[in-house]
């Protein structure tokens, strides 16, 4: 600890020069700052030297950038130098504390409080690093509830849940944390309250929270023109099918059939395919299946194979599934791990290709797929098909003549990969 107070910024700069015995001359030519400056800064002739003017010299003189903001936080009020404080402290790769503090430090500058957090709120969105901006996000949340800007409340509160809702081991948790953002979506503008409604419906749908989806999807309707109409009515289509309303289901599909963008047309025939097999059309649900993987996307791969390995296990048609398989392009590399429907999806298609194994008599490969299921339901933290998966896998194990050490392995892997996954996520 320090024991003589540094009360002058000039203080500061002079016992930093002479203890790396440096002179004015030396200094100025390594920092490019002028002599008579850093002379008249030391004097005390200049009291609030401008943030840029100092910096030089610090890194030049190895003074610590947190503790040249500590000083100016302490001391600066002006607006436009705060703002270029905090801009330098982005550039440096500061500490979300150190940013966050400088950040305060400017809204409690005299101007306008609506223009500081319009310029904070607007700086937010091109820094990369999500601790700094959900940070400063708060500050801004806090600052605005203080101060009864409820724009800026909702503005907050929605940006930081786009944030937080990627966080697959917390997806029940940021669901709510969205759902609250709802109490001030009157304050949002009319693109961002839509959005909110549309992400809210995918996140009630991944976590099977069905009519909570539907509810939210319905909103997003409501509004005429909206860029997520047609993906809403998808969703719709999805949700309504998932809770076996098949009615409501089919009347969604009949509009989603009016959107010509690629990805809805090749929706609409995937769920054909599901009307006919639920309509008990299986084998025109296998052709028209068969058909559509020859030319689909690959968004719609584990999709159709999964429906198509699950109807030729419906009708014990072993040599049609193992075709499938044999022939089939879903694998965990092609796999988009930043998107949890896919994640669950795949998940889902691994357990009935153990289905499939368990079947055919192959055991150990029925046991590593419904352990590796499991593992993919914990990447989202789907905890119950996770358990399921589990419990799947030990009941195979148990009623088939399995080797104790080759299950055991199979889930000590599953373990050590589920923490991996875990960890790289913390």
């Not at 694998?331 to 896919?342: E, F, I, W």
Request: negative net charge; contains cysteine.
């Amino acid at each position: 600890m320090e024991t003589a107070i540094i009360k002058t910024i000039g203080e500061l700069i002079h016992d930093a020069r002479c203890t790396l015995n440096i002179t004015l001359t030396q200094l100025s030519e390594l920092s490019g700052i002028y002599k008579e400056t850093i002379s008249s800064i030391e004097k005390g002739d200049v009291t609030q030297p401008e943030f840029r003017t100092i910096l030089p010299l610090a890194r030049v003189l190895n003074i610590p950038f947190e503790k040249l903001v500590d000083y100016y936080v302490e001391v600066e009020t002006r607006s436009n130098h705060l703002i270029c404080i905090y801009q330098a402290a982005l550039t440096q790769g500061s500490s979300s504390e150190v940013i966050r503090k400088v950040a305060a430090k400017y809204l409690e500058s005299n101007d306008d409080r609506l223009d500081l957090i319009e310029k904070l709120f607007e700086s937010i969105d091109s820094i990369e690093d999500t601790s700094i901006k959900i940070s400063l996000y708060d500050l801004i949340i806090d600052y605005s509830r203080l101060h009864g800007i409820m724009p800026y409340i909702a503005k907050g509160m929605y940006q930081k849940y786009l944030i937080e809702r990627n966080d697959f081991s917390r997806l029940k948790e940021t669901y709510f944390s969205g759902k609250y953002v709802l109490n001030y979506v009157d304050f949002l503008p009319l693109e961002e309250r839509v959005s909110l409604f549309y992400k809210l419906g995918i996140h009630a749908y991944t976590l099977s929270y069905h009519n909570e989806c539907i509810d939210h999807c319905k909103e997003v309707l409501k509004s005429e023109g909206s860029s997520y109409k047609a993906d809403a009515i998808g969703v719709l289509i999805d949700a309504y099918f998932s809770i076996e309303e098949y009615t409501k289901s089919e009347l969604y599909l009949i509009q989603y059939k009016n959107f010509i963008y690629p990805h809805t047309k090749e929706n609409v025939v995937l769920m054909d395919a599901f009307f006919n097999a639920k309509k008990g059309n299986i084998n025109d649900a296998i052709e028209q299946l068969e058909l559509f993987l020859e030319t689909c996307s690959s968004a719609f791969i584990i999709p159709a194979t999964k429906q198509l390995l699950e109807l030729y296990l419906m009708q014990n048609d072993l040599e049609g599934a193992k075709s499938i398989l044999k022939n089939s392009k879903v694998a965990a590399s092609v796999v988009d791990d930043s998107n949890p429907l896919v994640c669950a999806t795949y998940a889902d298609y691994l357990q009935v290709k153990g289905d499939f194994y368990l079947a055919a008599g192959d055991i150990d490969n029925s046991l590593s797929h419904m352990v590796e299921s499991a593992l993919w339901y914990s990447k989202i933290s789907d905890t119950t098909k996770e358990k399921k998966a589990l419990n799947k896998a030990m009941h195979i194990h148990l009623t088939n003549n399995v080797s104790a050490e080759s299950t055991l392995t199979k889930l000590r892997d599953y373990y050590r990969r589920s923490i991996q996954d875990l960890e790289g996520l913390a």
